[in-house]
């Protein structure tokens, strides 16, 4: 069964440092792989998504992911933050397509970006 | 292009009530995806309807069940109330089943509290 690991539950940073939040996840074919980013009393966002092709995929807000599978890696980067970047962040799973298609999250990086 | 609306946004019940949860997704869409969010399990997939017909179900009990309607807006139904059925929902919607794109968009969710 897929699972998914995010390793920091928070993750304070400086306005204008670089962020990494990291994900692993646990699957025995090949995923689909997603960033979902969640303002306070909102619902999630599409960051950015890997379903085949380049590893390195980049999203919107300048955040970019690589996947990397022989780590069952898919950790999120952006090089310099904002504030505005301050929200809980999600990463996903799915074990391919079709009808039985379902995403399993991890528990949640909630990222501060501090002035 | 107006967005997933959920409603109500805020509900309170109490324990062995039911409750029905609505979900209007983005015009076009026809699949409908049910998440449970809380901080202990974080975000956990209940079902997704697709052309009214449910194509994918998680573990959850039997008291939770949902139904879509030709014009693709949804219910999802939670009887017999349990303390722990307090929880943020999500409603997702995708233009094809939700494996097909691998993207969700998401609304603000129904926060329910039972006491």
């Known amino acids: 069964a897929q699972s998914v690991t995010q390793l920091d539950s928070q993750v304070p940073v400086f306005e204008e440092a670089p962020v990494e939040l990291r994900c692993n996840y646990s699957?025995?074919?090949?995923?689909?792989l997603f960033w979902y980013v969640q303002y306070p009393n909102q619902g999630l966002q599409l960051l950015l998504k890997?379903?085949?092709?380049?590893?390195l995929v980049k999203g919107i807000n300048g955040f970019e992911a690589e996947f990397n599978k022989s780590q069952t890696s898919f950790h999120l980067r952006k090089p310099s933050v904002h504030i505005s970047d301050t929200a809980e962040y999600f990463c996903?799973?799915?074990?391919?397509?079709?009808?039985?298609?379902?995403?399993?999250f991890g528990k949640g990086t909630l990222l501060t970006v501090n002035p | 292009k107006a967005g997933v609306t959920q409603t109500p946004r805020y509900l309170i019940k109490t324990r062995g009530q039911q409750v029905t949860l609505s979900c209007s997704p983005i015009?076009?869409?026809?699949?409908v995806s049910w998440y449970q969010q809380t901080p202990g399990q974080g975000l956990q997939f209940l079902f997704e309807?697709?052309?009214?017909?449910?194509?994918n179900k998680g573990n959850f009990p039997g008291r939770f069940s949902g139904r879509q309607f030709s014009n693709s807006r949804s219910e999802m139904n939670v009887s017999t109330l349990e303390l722990g059925d307090s929880a943020l929902y999500l409603c997702?919607?995708?233009?094809?089943?939700?494996?097909?794109?691998?993207?969700?968009?998401f609304g603000e969710g129904s926060r329910l509290t039972v006491l």
């Open positions: 890997y379903l085949s092709g380049s590893t």
């Open positions: 699957s025995s074919v090949s995923v689909y």
């Open positions: 996903a799973v799915s074990e391919g397509g079709g009808s039985n298609y379902k995403l399993t």
């Open positions: 015009s076009g869409h026809r699949s």
């Open positions: 309807y697709f052309s009214e017909t449910q194509r």
């Open positions: 997702a919607s995708s233009p094809r089943l939700a494996g097909n794109t691998g993207e969700l968009f």
